[in-house]
């Protein structure tokens, strides 16, 4: 069988604090503890599976306070949840008290209309106010957009592509 649109998706990765983890995803994100178990389990280590209970995907924390796998995130490592409406600063703030670092996105697209959040790992959490769409047509691929920044405004032109002959 091959994998499907409804196909479930784990993301895992590794933790140096499974209790930090714990703290900053379920009770700053507000994540529900979908799974945890102790270093007795299969495998030998704890791990901590968080999510949404009909979500189609989870994460999975491993605990690696051994440093055996180091955590390894990037400016470019992004979890981004497309909220479709403001983000609410009451949130971030839980995410700040439960040790998470609000920091600038290095593409700056993701600071216009959302927050960027790193956990205790350091891995970044996106929270955009944009809205997820999975449809994109040819005539979406062969536009631009300029968007002109101001202190009181944001201006968008959106056009043709240009002629490169590639649309």
């Known amino acids: 069988m091959k994998p499907l649109p409804s196909s479930h998706v784990r993301i895992a990765r ?10 900053f995803w379920v009770n700053g994100l507000g994540l529900d503890v979908l799974y945890r178990a102790d270093s007795s389990a299969e495998g030998g280590q704890a791990l901590l599976m968080a999510g949404w209970p009909d ?5 999975e924390f491993v605990d690696d306070r051994e440093g055996e796998t180091p955590a390894a995130p990037s400016e470019e490592d992004l979890l981004v949840l497309y909220l479709d ?8 703030n ?8 609000r920091v600038a996105s290095r593409n700056p697209y993701w600071d216009h209309g959302g927050v960027t959040i790193a956990d205790p790992d350091g891995y970044r959490l996106v929270l955009t106010s944009r809205r997820w769409s999975s449809t994109v047509s040819t005539k979406d691929l062969c536009t631009y957009t300029t968007i002109s920044l101001r202190p009181d405004e ?3 032109d959106h056009g043709p592509a240009p002629p490169h002959g590639r649309c």
């Open 14 to 23: 590794p933790s140096r604090d499974l209790r930090a983890t714990e703290r």
């Open 55 to 59: 979500a189609a995907w989870h994460l």
């Open 85 to 92: 409406g403001d983000v609410e600063e009451g949130t971030i």
């Open 94 to 101: 839980r995410l700040v008290d439960a040790g998470g670092t």
């Open 154 to 156: 944001i201006i968008r």
